[in-house]
């Protein structure tokens, strides 16, 4: 558009040196007013200036846009064809070989398409050839001259619209082809990088990915404390979840079934999870902002047996009622296990429940390296307390979710619940433990201690920054 509209000022312009010399080699007795060329030019003035007013206005499309300016130069053409026919003089033959100048304008200044360059050459040589060889010039071989210089100017005018087109057109298609690597790079990365986060086994993310699901806790609860309201209507939950969850008796399992039964049993107890979890996320027990993705919300497989779940919630009660409904779950596959004591597979429960607003602690930083190794700490020892959780459960009989209360600062309480204790139900709400309930019944159960202690020795990796990159 801005290309068309200096080509119609420049036509302006080019008008003007007309009207200029119509007037000069006038005759001296007659006025300007009554010089039919220098008022018609004037009116195609005037025509030139409204039809840069629609064009800036952007009422036409692009097609049709170029059509109203092929129609407009063929008319600045077509006036001065007129004119020569009409007054019959020298003054007004001698300047069509100017009528060059036009296509040259279109082509070279307002850059059209070639085919509407080539048909705009092609009307106005249909015009000015018409004239050349319709009147009677006043010297011999004038409208073969007149006929050649213009297409002259719109031979050279075509080929330096063909080379342009060309080259705009290669160099979208190379832009095109840089843009569609890019992509595919991309793409590629994004696989990448989705296979390094995805246990192959199970299909579940792997610990790393809680580093991520981290730090998106983080911005979420950093864009509700600024007052982010368009792109978050709900506020955030208040608190996080972390649960540790590990199959009871595994070693004993493979011994006895063998390791392709023990790989079939972790992937089925990890569909359940996460199965479990997304169903308990869409009646509003689990899950973190509504129509967050689903990865905010997702079992991850921290290592062997172990898995590990970061979730949003509401308070203690709702981290409890998906602890044990992801741990029922499990219980409802009634996976065959002679070496348990229920006979099927069951699921110890570590869970931690964190106030969001730690997340906040390391605001200020402007260091965005230093707040992602702030976030890795809090992770590790969260999930340092949620195993103490677990370490709890295991010991006082598995089959059950033990929470380990804390603020995130490493201080923290314990409660246990199970199937036969729901007497600690109002226990865990208040958020007060009861030790000596739970002493008793892990000396009820002394004498599998030994074994238990033995079968679940400390492997895991350390959890900073280095044991989660």
């Known amino acids: 558009m801005s290309r068309a509209v200096m080509g119609c000022w ?41 039809l840069v007013l629609v064009l800036k206005s952007e009422v036409c499309r692009p097609v049709g846009r170029e059509a109203l300016l092929v129609a407009t130069l063929w008319g600045v053409i077509g006036l001065a064809a007129w004119l020569a026919v009409r007054e019959n003089h020298l003054r007004c033959f001698l300047e069509l070989y100017a009528l060059g100048v036009v296509p040259l304008v279109g082509i ?3 850059q059209l398409r070639f085919v509407a360059a080539l048909v ?13 060889l319709g009147v009677a010039m006043p010297y011999a071989h004038m409208d073969f001259a007149i006929a050649f210089v213009f297409m002259a100017f719109c ?3 075509l080929i330096a619209s063909f080379r342009i087109e060309f080259s705009a057109r290669h160099a979208y298609l190379m832009t095109s082809i840089d843009q569609l690597r890019l992509q595919d790079v991309e ?7 989705e296979m390094a986060c995805l246990d192959p086994l199970t299909q579940l993310y792997n610990r790393r990915h809680l580093i991520e699901v981290l730090k998106q806790h983080h ?25 540790m969850m590990d199959v009871d008796h595994f070693k004993a399992f493979n011994d006895h079934y063998g390791h392709v039964a023990g790989d079939n049993c972790l992937y089925q107890i990890a569909q359940a999870l996460q199965e479990t979890l997304d169903r308990e996320k869409g009646a509003g027990i689990a899950g973190a902002l509504e129509g967050k993705e689903a990865a905010l919300a997702s079992v991850v497989r921290f290592g062997g047996e172990e898995f590990t ?17 992801m741990r029922y779950a499990i219980k409802s596959l009634k996976l065959p296990h002679r070496e348990s004591e229920l006979g099927v597979v069951t699921l110890s429960v570590g869970l931690c429940v964190i106030p969001l607003s730690r997340l906040l602690d390391g605001e200020g930083m402007e260091d965005e390296m230093t707040r992602d190794m702030a976030v890795e700490t809090l992770l590790s020892r969260w999930v340092d307390q949620a195993d103490k959780g677990l370490y709890r459960a295991k010991r006082h009989g598995r089959n059950r979710t033990c929470v380990q209360r804390g603020n995130g600062n490493g201080k923290a309480r314990a409660q246990v619940s199970d ?36 079968e679940l020795p400390d492997h895991r990796p350390p959890m900073g920054g280095a044991g989660l990159s």
């Open 419 to 454: 199937d036969l204790r729901d007497d600690l139900h109002d226990g865990l709400r208040d958020g007060l433990g009861d030790e000596r309930q739970a002493a008793q019944q892990g000396e009820r159960q002394n004498a599998q201690h030994d074994e238990q202690k033995a």
């Open 187 to 193: 793409s590629r990365n994004a696989e990448l990088q």
């Open 10 to 50: 420049s036509l302006i312009i080019f008008q003007l040196m007309f009207v200029l010399y119509d007037t000069v080699y006038a005759p001296v007795a007659m006025p300007v007013t009554e010089n039919l060329a220098v008022m018609l030019r004037l009116y195609v003035c005037i025509a030139l200036a409204i």
């Open 219 to 243: 911005g979420d609860a950093q864009q509700a404390k600024n007052g982010v309201s368009a792109s978050h209507p709900v506020p955030p939950l208040p608190c996080l979840a972390l649960m």
């Open 155 to 157: 031979l050279f005018s």
């Open 108 to 110: 070279v200044l307002m």
């Open 120 to 132: 705009l050459s092609a009307g106005g040589m249909a015009i000015v050839i018409s004239v050349a």
């Open 309 to 325: 779940a970061l979730v949003a919630v509401r308070d203690l009660e709702h981290a409890r009622s998906l602890a044990e409904a």
